[in-house]
């Protein structure tokens, strides 16, 4: 089950930044234009994809062998980098990048001028996408992950 959960994982991180540009691009362009289902679509689908990696994300955390030894020993967890960035560091800015998701589309929703709802997906989603980037482990992972990788560590014992 872990590594169909990572694969997701990894696979739907590829949605949630292709619909983040594509969101970028759609409220960086076309000024007061008419609201059309061209910028509809980001608006909507952008958090929704981020929900959906919330899930997965918090079903990883919680079967993880990673991060289960970080659990075991949440103290010496917090030296480690690399424990310390899959427990905490990585879950917090992403949370905080769903966040911002979220209260965007909302705003661009109600917005009722065109140029407004732009501007507004532009500033909210430009810092969730800043967040969701740097948070996401770029040198450290493949960029599609498809299964568990063969060195997980033992969920036994101190990191």
Known sequence: MYGLV?????????IVVALALLAL?????????????????????????????LVLGLVLWFISPVVAVARGNMGAAMKDPSLR?????????M????????????????????????????IFFGIATALV?????WASRPLVRMGAPADVPATTGAP
Not at 85 to 93: G, I, N, R
Not at 133 to 137: D, E, G, K, Q, Y
């Open 85 to 93: 960035f899959f427990t905490l560091e990585h879950a917090t800015f």
């Open 6 to 14: 990572l694969t997701l994982h990894s696979l739907t991180r590829w």
């Open 95 to 122: 949370l905080i990048a769903l966040v911002f998701a979220h209260i965007g589309a909302a705003r661009a929703r109600r917005a009722t001028d065109p140029a407004a709802k732009r501007r507004t997906m532009l």
């Open 25 to 53: 691009v759609r409220g960086a362009t076309g000024g007061s234009e008419p609201w059309t289902s061209a910028d509809e679509t980001p608006r909507k689908f952008f958090p929704h994809a981020m929900s959906l990696q």
């Open 133 to 137: 980037l740097f948070a996401i482990p």
